[in-house]
C-alpha cells in the first residue's frame, strides 16, 4: 500500500503529530511533507507538495492539517485528479467518502473539534470506502471537466490566444441523471 501524504502548516503542526503517532500505532505508512515546527509559515509550501504526491500516484491520500483546513483544501484542489474536502464532523467526512471519492481530508486544528474527536474523523475517513454506483459517472463528470481544462490551456498556448468564452465553450452539462 502506498503511504499517505500528510502536511500542514503551522495552525496545524500538533494535530498532525497527533495523528501521526495513531497511524503509527495502526501500521499505516506516512509521509510527512512538512512543517517541522509551530513556527509561522505559509499553507501552500506544504499542502501543495502532499497534494502532488496524490495527483501524481505517489500516495493513493493525504491528510492536511491547517487552523481552518479551508486553505489547505483549496490549495490541494489545484492538482489534477485531486479531490480535497474540509471534514468537520461524521457526515462530512463520511459523504466525502462514500459519495465523492475524496482522496484529501483537511482539518482545521483551530476549529472547535476536539482531538479525539478528529482522530475519530481520520479514522473513519480511512476506512470508509467509495460506493460507487450512480457516484462514478458523478466522478467521471469532474475528470471530464479536469480533461477539458488541460486541453483549453494546451490550445491556448499553442495559439498564444485567448477569448473570454474560452473557458466555458467545451462543456455543457448532461441532463441524463444516472
Known sequence: MKPIAIASDHGGFRMKEIVKSMLEKSNISYKDYGTTSEESCD?????????????????????????????MAIVANKFLGVRAVNCYDEWSTL????HNDANI?????RCSIEPDDILRLVNLWLKTSFDGGRHTYRISKITELERLRRST??????TNSFTPSDSVQYYTPSSDRK
Open 153 to 158: 490551456i494546451e490550445r491556448l498556448r499553442e
Open 105 to 109: 481530508m483537511a482539518i482545521g486544528e
Open 95 to 98: 459523504m466525502s467518502r462514500r
Open 43 to 71: 499553507y501552500p509550501d506544504y499542502g501543495a507538495p502532499a497534494a502532488m504526491a496524490v495527483s501524481e500516484g505517489e500516495s493513493e491520500r493525504a491528510i492536511l492539517f491547517c487552523g481552518s483546513g479551508s486553505g
